[in-house]
């Protein structure tokens, strides 16, 4: 019988023992990926500087929006002012007596249309009831027959020529 004696195995430093799988040279994916990655980054970078001055532009154009509508409101305030001034009755007043050569009334006539006669007459829906219904005025004579008589009357006495004379 014979033993063999074994030795133990010879490692030579010039060789090397696979450490597992075999390495993937990942150098050009790098280089592929880090430039598209920059570019990426520079347009999100601009699409937010121009949303900001964008944003900044629009708020800008907002501030000079306000700015005009508080001026429009003013305008339209001193104009309801100047309407109310020319719409009371001390300034219509001037206006007819110094541009229009108005003069003041010295009396006042008041008409009063005459009161409706009422007389009972029966109609076909009363059921034989009794209802009051205006009659027709008989005129009287040398007075108007109606009101336009009357307002043409009161119009033609106020219109007509008066002579200016002084007043004592």
Known sequence: ????LSSPPVISPYRREPAGPPRVNNSGLV???LPLAGVMLGIASLFYLVQTSDLASTGYNIQGLQGEESNW???NEQLALEVARAKSLAVVETEATKRLGMVRAKESVYLQPPAPVLALRASPAS???SRPVPEMEKPVPGEPKGAVESVQRLLSSALAP???GTDD
């Open 1 to 4: 019988m014979a033993v063999q």
């Open 73 to 75: 409101r003013m305008k």
């Open 162 to 164: 008066r002579h200016q």
């Open 31 to 33: 280089a592929t990926w």
């Open 127 to 129: 059921r034989g009831e």
